[in-house]
């Protein structure tokens, strides 16, 4: 049976069960969408659902969103529970970094490949229709390693990359129905949104703060109050673009 949707419309976000994912979650639930939870976690799922006490407005779906069948049945569960999809937020990934390059297998590479990127285009695919039927929008989150990188870090540079690349392309492909954006993060700082059993308060200290030009670490609330900007009313002519939220470290020359 089809339940009553609010009128803010409906969002998945995949990865929406720690984390950043969770912080966007948390957001737009507060401004009366309707949220789907694509995670691979069930616990985590679970716990974000309990967390948020909203399960007339909320769905888990357990999802890997390198499996096309995974997806595809995430977003029959979606549409059968609130009718349509307005908002897609590609967040799932996975890290994979600090192996040197010659250690680094195929199947490693892959797995941050698939994960990172081809669940992007997984979910865009599938969700097209609903998207393009509500003129809706898609967020894509990227990375500041999308532009610039640490060593040992070749397959979630080249998937970040990736994603920016993936954006624009969809924005020509889906536009005019359905804008398009990425946001690429940079330190933000977590720990409160994990899970209960991974759970941890921020050890971060004043020098981490102080090296960011706007002199603080990120919060996850900076990158969904984008989120909730780029997929409003207010973003209408904004579609193909990558945002950069890091405190303006990428503009910051350092010198050792």
Same mark, same amino acid.
């Given at each position: 049976m089809m339940h009553t949707t609010p009128a803010h419309g409906v969002a998945i976000v995949t990865g929406g069960a720690q984390g950043i994912g969770r912080g966007i979650t948390r957001h737009l639930l507060a401004q009366g969408m309707a949220l789907v939870i694509a995670d691979c976690d069930r616990e *985590?799922? @679970?716990?974000?659902?309990? +967390?948020?006490?909203?399960?007339?407005?909320?769905?888990?779906?357990?999802?890997?969103? *390198?499996? @096309?069948?995974?997806?595809? +049945?995430?977003?029959?569960?979606?549409?059968?529970?609130f009718g349509r999809i307005t908002a897609l937020i590609n967040n799932a990934g996975v890290g994979g970094m600090g192996t040197p390059l010659e250690d680094l297998t195929l199947a490693a590479w892959l797995r941050v490949i698939h994960t990172n990127l081809t669940g992007c285009?997984?979910?865009?695919?599938?969700c097209a229709p609903q998207l393009r039927t509500a003129r809706g929008a898609i967020i894509n989150i990227a990375s500041t390693r999308a532009l610039q990188s640490e060593p040992n870090s070749e397959a979630y540079a080249a998937s970040k990359g990736g994603i920016v690349a993936l954006t624009h392309a969809l924005a020509l492909s889906l536009g005019p129905a359905v804008r398009v954006n990425c946001i690429s993060p940079g330190w933000i700082e977590v720990g409160a949104l994990k899970k209960q059993r991974t759970?941890?308060?921020?050890?971060?200290?004043?020098e981490d703060?102080?090296?960011?030009?706007?002199?603080?670490v990120g919060a996850p609330g900076d990158i969904a109050a984008l989120v909730a900007f780029l997929i409003g009313d207010q973003a209408g002519f904004i579609t193909g673009q990558?945002?950069?939220?890091?405190?303006?470290?990428?503009?910051?020359?350092?010198?050792?």
């Open positions: *985590a799922g @679970e716990e974000c659902l309990d +967390a948020l006490a909203q399960p007339e407005h909320m769905l888990f779906v357990e999802t890997d969103v *390198a499996q @096309e069948a995974s997806v595809s +049945a995430m977003v029959a569960q979606t549409v059968a529970r285009f997984l979910c865009a695919k599938h759970r941890h308060a921020s050890a971060l200290s004043p703060h102080a090296q960011h030009p706007c002199g603080r990558n945002f950069v939220v890091d405190g303006g470290m990428t503009r910051k020359m350092m010198y050792v």
